[in-house]
């Protein structure tokens, strides 16, 4: 339906802000940006639901929503532009790709969906896995075709990961000696 889809893009962007925007602002000592953005928000959407609600219904709903995310998310952007010289070309590039990512578990999960057994508690826990192990192949692939996007930070982790767990297992035995003689 519209107004599912309406939320949909409005929530997503509110998770991209909400995993953002707060703990950059802190990390910068501006605490202070992150309430005002909240309290602009909270306006525009208080405004957007007067304004909208009686006039359009749910549907209003979701478009009052769908603005205050998007001035919102706007606003958090220029911010970030000007207190940490964001590069947002660079931002929008792997945004690109992580949106490019997301198509393929979507259609997955819509064509699944039309089967009955994936209607039920394990059919669509089998299309959540199915679609989470697609989403992380396709930013790998997609990131390493364009060398954009999250790919480096994944290949960064799994790396690290790695070395850290060979490392901890081949010299188990140094680490317990050099605890023990520190006691």
Request: hydrophobic residues 55%.
């Amino acid at each position: 339906t519209p107004l599912l889809q309406i939320l949909v893009v409005g929530a997503s962007l509110k998770a991209l802000i909400n995993s953002l925007a707060p703990p950059l602002f802190n990390a910068i000592g501006k605490p202070k940006i992150q309430f005002l953005n909240s309290s602009v928000q909270a306006l525009t959407l208080t405004t957007g639901m007067l304004l909208l609600v009686p006039i359009f219904g749910a549907l209003g709903a979701a478009y009052a929503v769908l603005a205050s995310v998007s001035l919102t998310a706007g606003v958090i952007f220029f911010q970030l532009h000007k207190h940490i010289h964001l590069n947002i070309p660079r931002v929008f590039s792997s945004m690109f790709v992580t949106v490019l990512a997301s198509c393929a578990p979507l259609l997955i999960a819509r064509y699944g969906l039309t089967f009955p057994f994936f209607n039920t508690i394990p059919g669509f826990l089998m299309i959540l896995l199915i679609s989470g192990c697609v989403y992380f192949v396709s930013i790998v692939l997609i990131g390493r075709l364009l060398l954009k996007g999250p790919y480096r930070t994944i290949e960064l982790v799994v790396r690290s990961f790695l070395h850290t767990s060979l490392k901890l297992h081949r010299f188990d035995h140094l680490f317990i000696y050099n605890n023990d003689t520190k006691n």
